[in-house]
């Protein structure tokens, strides 16, 4: 079987994560999956296999979950310590017709009962390590079973005690039913559960298909997404199929990344914003870790065009670029830009690109006030194509709020400019009066003052624009180089500095910003 074979049966029939590395095994069984870190769930395996070995090890797993209980139509709730054995879980769940839930790591324990209360009696696949920390949530009352894949408890049924169960074939979910459940970053409250299908998970892969074309070898990708994304099930799937050695990286440490990138030369790196943004140091690396690549790619957040700046001219790659996404989890891939060595530094990290090709995603901004929107008065960015998700599990009014026919609002405020650009200004619900995009204000300041990790303009308690700043190694700001940077910007407050330790953020890093302005609400009222 050939890749584009491979592809195009995938999007006549959906993508069905649980059969994505049988399908990867038969385009060629010997592309190489390396890891940075063991897998809890397969010890044993080591840090390097193949994607025959990565298939037959899904298939395994999907054999020891039917053992344990687990049938088609079952929602079982992933919440586990991060790793890529979390994304070799759900597939083998999916492969055996469960429908997956996958919960970040990185959300506290009330959150994850909530989300459990929610999708009513999941299956809870878990370790541990992160059993330990649910002690208060009532699990017999909110599970049906309670699965570990490793570090087991009592209670708990053992994956590792069902090694070698008999092998079970394949079931197929139809193709708009539920297949696999993410959720929202939670930048605003409860996170909201994410319904994707066959259908919409297919269809989501071609515009990074047509991306993937750049790349003429069959060089290493980089992949540092978290593990239970949505983002994860693109970038796996259209790697493994385009025959790719896969590098999946789970440390952030500069240190780390640099000797991983040294030692394998990716020529694609996606990766978060805020994870580029803790790596750019490294294009000063006289091992130049940055040197082989081509493409640089992000999706989740926009990112600051002296980041995407900083780690183009690191690059040794002639006609070297950054591919920036803007989307999110409901909609997938939206808008998209590339960004090029000598251009990037000068680029308006607002506009965040252009529809793309036949098949993709429409977009189109809708007045807020019965004017055209501009700069000065954004609209309301919608989009609209079959790759929406199906629901929110368990909310399906707040779904049917935000979706009027086959469009669907963002949240975001914008316009387009006359060239075509996609200019996205602010969240709706971050919008402070006076100001007309708290993301530019950040994008030019951060150009300024490289001596900033993080810059955050949140609304202060009088609606003033506050910025909340962090610094590397958290030295004291120089206020004078601050004034001089800022000096644009009349509107905004005095600056107000954090360690960045204590910025409240999602499971993919971005800021929960409203959290933070409640977070600094009683230190800017006694100012």
């Known amino acids: 079987m050939k890749g584009s074979t491979a592809y195009s049966s995938i999007q006549k029939r959906g993508l069905h994560i649980g059969l994505l590395p049988e399908m990867a095994a038969a385009v060629n069984p010997s592309t190489p999956i390396t890891l940075d870190h063991d897998l809890d769930a397969l010890p044993e395996v080591g840090r390097r296999l193949t994607v025959a070995q990565y298939a037959d090890h899904v298939d395994d797993l999907a054999a020891r979950l039917w053992a344990a209980g687990v049938r088609p139509d079952e929602h079982v709730f992933i919440y586990?310590?991060?790793?890529?054995?979390?994304?070799?879980?759900?597939?083998?769940?999916?492969?055996?017709?469960?429908?997956?839930?996958?919960?970040?790591?990185?959300?506290?324990?009330?959150?994850?009962?909530?989300?459990?209360?929610?999708?009513?009696?999941?299956?809870?696949?878990?370790?541990?390590?992160?059993?330990?920390?649910?002690?208060?949530?009532?699990?017999?009352?909110?599970?049906?079973?309670?699965?570990?894949?490793?570090?087991?408890?009592?209670?708990?049924?053992?994956?590792?005690?069902?090694?070698?169960?008999?092998?079970?074939?394949?079931?197929?979910?139809?193709?708009?039913?539920a297949a696999v459940i993410t959720h929202t970053s939670g930048t605003t409250g409860i996170p909201k559960l994410v319904v994707h299908t066959p259908r919409t998970q297919g269809i989501r892969l071609l515009p990074q298909w047509r991306l993937l074309a750049l790349l003429r070898k069959k060089d290493t990708v980089a992949i540092h997404v978290p593990f239970v994304h949505s983002r994860m099930v693109a970038a796996m799937s259209l790697a493994l199929l385009k025959e790719y050695p896969v590098l999946l990286l789970r440390e952030t440490d500069p240190a780390v990344v640099a000797e991983h990138f040294i030692e394998h030369r990716p020529a694609l790196i996606e990766a978060l914003p805020n994870s580029l943004m803790e790596w750019e140091g490294l294009a000063e690396d006289p091992r130049a870790p940055f040197g082989s690549v081509k493409v640089f790619s992000s999706t989740f957040d926009a990112i600051h065009p002296g980041t995407m700046s900083t780690l183009l001219k690191a690059s040794d790659r002639r006609g070297a670029l950054f591919f920036q996404i803007y989307g999110q989890s409901e909609v997938g891939p939206a808008v998209g830009r590339a960004y090029f060595r000598n251009s990037a530094h000068k680029a308006n990290g607002r506009c965040v690109g252009w529809q793309m090709p036949l098949g993709a995603a429409k977009v189109r901004v809708v007045s807020r006030d019965g004017h055209r929107p501009t700069e000065q008065s954004p609209g309301r960015i919608e989009v609209a194509w079959p790759g929406i998700a199906k629901t929110y599990y368990g909310?399906?009014?707040?779904?049917?709020?935000?979706?009027?026919?086959?469009?669907?609002?963002?949240?975001?405020?914008?316009?387009?400019?006359?060239?075509?650009?996609?200019h996205m200004l602010d969240r709706e619900v971050d919008m402070i009066p006076g100001v007309t995009s708290s993301l530019e204000i950040e994008d030019v300041v951060l150009a300024e003052l490289h001596e900033l990790s993080e810059l955050v303009v949140v609304q202060g308690p009088n609606s003033e624009a506050v910025p909340v700043i962090c610094t590397h190694g958290d030295k004291p700001l120089d206020l004078d180089r601050w004034r001089a940077a800022a000096a644009g910007f009349p509107q905004l407050a005095d600056p107000v500095q954090i360690p960045e330790a204590e910025l409240p953020r999602t499971a993919t890093l971005k800021v929960q910003r409203l959290a933070l302005a409640d977070q600094l609400k009683d230190q800017l009222t006694d100012r």
């Open 80 to 177: 586990k310590t991060a790793g890529a054995d979390h994304w070799m879980l759900a597939a083998a769940i999916s492969r055996i017709g469960g429908i997956v839930v996958n919960i970040s790591p990185a959300l506290d324990p009330a959150t994850v009962g909530v989300l459990l209360e929610r999708v009513g009696r999941p299956t809870l696949l878990t370790d541990g390590n992160k059993l330990d920390t649910l002690a208060e949530v009532p699990l017999a009352d909110l599970t049906e079973r309670v699965i570990t894949s490793a570090f087991d408890r009592p209670g708990a049924i053992s994956l590792g005690e069902l090694a070698g169960a008999p092998r079970v074939k394949p079931v197929v979910r139809p193709i708009d039913e």
């Open 395 to 422: 909310e399906q009014e707040r779904y049917d709020a935000n979706r009027k026919g086959e469009w669907w609002g963002t949240g975001d405020v914008g316009y387009f400019t006359r060239f075509g650009c996609l």
